[in-house]
């Protein structure tokens, strides 16, 4: 493959239920994450992302998402150029249709 896979909220819910995803990354700020995420995944906010690459799980595929996909790109550009295995979520959350929302509270 010559780039990271760009995945369409279709497919991503397709590979959640394949278990193809070995971690969710919500780039987004926590207040964001906190109103609403995608069910399993972890919040490392974009301008943590180096500080926290030990959050990383180096098993399976690395689905990262942001508000609209543009941070994620950036990321997963990166990250797929250092060797990791990643795909960016096509639009972000604000395109995401699937049936994995979680509008759950968090606990403080």
Request: proline letters at 6%; charged letters at 30%; one cysteine or more.
């Amino acid at each position: 493959m010559s780039s990271f896979p760009m995945i369409a909220y279709r497919e991503l819910d397709r590979w959640l239920e394949e278990g193809r995803v070995g971690q969710l990354i919500d780039l987004r700020e926590p207040w964001l994450f906190g109103r609403e995420r995608i069910w399993g995944s972890v919040n490392i906010p974009y301008g943590e992302i180096e500080e926290q690459m030990d959050r990383l799980s180096p098993e399976g595929t690395l689905v990262f998402y942001c508000d609209r996909g543009a941070k994620s790109m950036v990321v997963c550009r990166d990250l797929w150029r250092q060797g990791w295995d990643v795909a960016d979520l096509a639009g972000g959350i604000l395109n995401y249709r699937g049936k994995y929302i979680d509008r759950s509270p968090l606990p403080n």
